[in-house]
């Protein structure tokens, strides 16, 4: 059975930081792309980057360029979501999703997905 769970997120001020984390059980992430997207409330999911194992490729959402990575950590079967210079607008419910080989920026194509984690941005 898979079970993919984020965990990280938490109030911080404006021009903070925080990383995220999404662990995965019940899968190799090897073969994976891995998604990170975003809902606020009254909004549709936004897709804040992806990163596929399989052929190498990282792309990030233009809300997101230059200030969050993805990263991995194989040996944990973890993927990281590191945030810097948070805005308020980056408030929202943050999920990692998980897909055969290759990125997408559509999340119907994903096929695991974990609960959310809440990030709030304010002082």
């Known amino acids: 059975q898979v079970h993919i769970v984020e965990s990280g997120g938490g109030l911080v001020q404006p021009g903070g930081s925080l990383r995220l984390s999404c662990a995965a059980s019940?899968?190799?992430?090897?073969?994976?792309?891995i998604g990170w997207f975003r809902q606020a409330p009254g909004k549709a999911r936004e897709g804040v980057g992806c990163?596929?194992?399989?052929?190498?490729?990282?792309t990030y959402g233009d809300s997101a360029k230059g200030r969050f990575t993805i990263s991995r950590d194989s040996a944990k079967n973890t993927a990281y979501l590191q945030m810097n210079s948070l805005k308020p607008e980056d408030t929202a419910v943050y999920y990692c999703?998980?897909?055969?080989?290759?990125?997408?920026?559509?999340?119907?194509?994903?096929?695991?997905w974990g609960q959310g984690t809440q990030v709030t941005v304010s002082s």
């Open positions: 999703a998980a897909k055969h080989y290759y990125c997408s920026n559509y999340p119907s194509q994903y096929a695991y």
């Open positions: 019940g899968l190799s992430l090897e073969l994976y792309a």
């Open positions: 990163n596929s194992n399989y052929d190498g490729s990282t």
